[in-house]
């Protein structure tokens, strides 16, 4: 008996892509220049070969089902798939890796592993993409990077089918510039909860995710029934957020690696105070499929300790 997925086309897979994006049959028939019939024979085969009912209809068009989403989400794999064997296939011989990495990575871990990956695996090329948490770990889920080194998604587990291991960690701290009145410890506060009460009327730079850090700072400052400071500026970007604080009298939270880096250039204090520096965990995560690959497995040996999460 045939397998109805032999029957399938590369076109027929991009279908849900079409769906989802356009909202009618009409409007995904004009895109792809053909017929709505064709269309709608389109997708009853690929309904025929999933098994499942993909797309449901309503009175402003269509949508996908709970089950065609979860198959768009495969199928966007499949196709990233597709184009990198079409790479490789080009580029025999010069493994690509597509790797992303949270600017707290690209401090010291990622650096550090990628000279000792230029010695190692000199034949190895590297795209990289550098962003935040989520995007980061939609990106490994639909096929668009290759591995990933960062801090896990603290709201959500990762999906299935990925594969990480701890490869290290960095401190978060508080920093003020020189000219802030925190920056000379014979001010500092002294007494119970004195931090909190304190640092809760200055004006602070904080990133903008819900990260172990954040919480951990949200945390503190309720011990002691204090308000958490709402942020004057929210920044993403460790280094903006120095150079605000290097010139203005606020507040941050950073990565230790970035703080000492530009301490002595932008005139930065760290601030010793009660409040225990978490040490946020940083993984590499890759398909647990593409775990042996040439490019994955030669930049997993470059890093300096590899341990389950």
């Excluded at 009175?59 to 089902?65: D, I, K, M």
């Excluded at 499949?78 to 597509?98: D, K, N, T, W």
């Excluded at 550098?130 to 591995?147: F, K, M, N, S, T």
């Excluded at 002691?224 to 400071?229: D, L, S, Y």
Aim: glycine share 6%; hydrophobic share 45%.
């Amino acid at each position: 008996m045939t397998d109805p997925l032999d029957q399938l086309r590369l076109r027929d897979l991009m279908l849900l892509e079409h769906i989802a994006g356009l909202g009618t049959l009409r409007r995904v028939a004009q895109t792809l220049h053909v017929t709505q019939p064709a269309v709608t024979q389109m997708l009853h085969g690929l309904e025929r070969a999933m098994g499942a009912a993909l797309v449901e209809r309503g009175r402003r068009g269509v949508s996908l089902t709970g089950a065609g989403q979860a198959a768009l989400l495969r199928l966007r794999s499949a196709r990233q798939e597709l184009e990198q064997a079409r790479l490789a296939a080009q580029r025999h011989g010069q493994p690509m890796l597509r790797l992303g990495a949270t600017p707290i990575a690209t401090l010291r871990l990622l650096p550090q592993a990628i000279e000792r990956l230029v010695a190692l695996a000199p034949d190895v090329r590297i795209t990289l993409t550098e962003a935040g948490v989520h995007r980061l770990w939609e990106q490994l889920a639909d096929g668009r990077l290759d591995a990933v080194v960062g801090r896990l998604p603290s709201d959500a587990p990762p999906l299935a089918g990925l594969r990480y291991e701890r490869v290290g960690e960095e401190r978060m701290v508080l920093v003020v510039g020189r000219q802030h009145p925190l920056a000379s410890q014979a001010r500092a506060p002294r007494g119970r909860h004195a931090w909190q009460r304190v640092l809760a009327q200055c004006a602070w730079v904080l990133p903008p995710d819900n990260g172990p850090a954040t919480q951990s700072l949200r945390e503190w400052f309720s011990t002691a029934g204090v308000a958490v400071p709402v942020p004057q500026v929210v920044s993403g970007a460790y280094q903006a957020s120095l150079n605000m604080v290097a010139k203005a009298p606020l507040v941050t939270l950073v990565p230790e690696t970035a703080a000492r880096m530009q301490a002595e250039a932008l005139g930065l204090q760290l601030l010793h105070t009660s409040w225990p520096p978490p040490r946020v965990q940083l993984v590499f995560a890759a398909r647990e499929a593409h775990w042996a690959l040439v490019p994955i497995a030669s930049l997993r040996t470059c890093f300096p300790a590899t341990t389950p999460p």
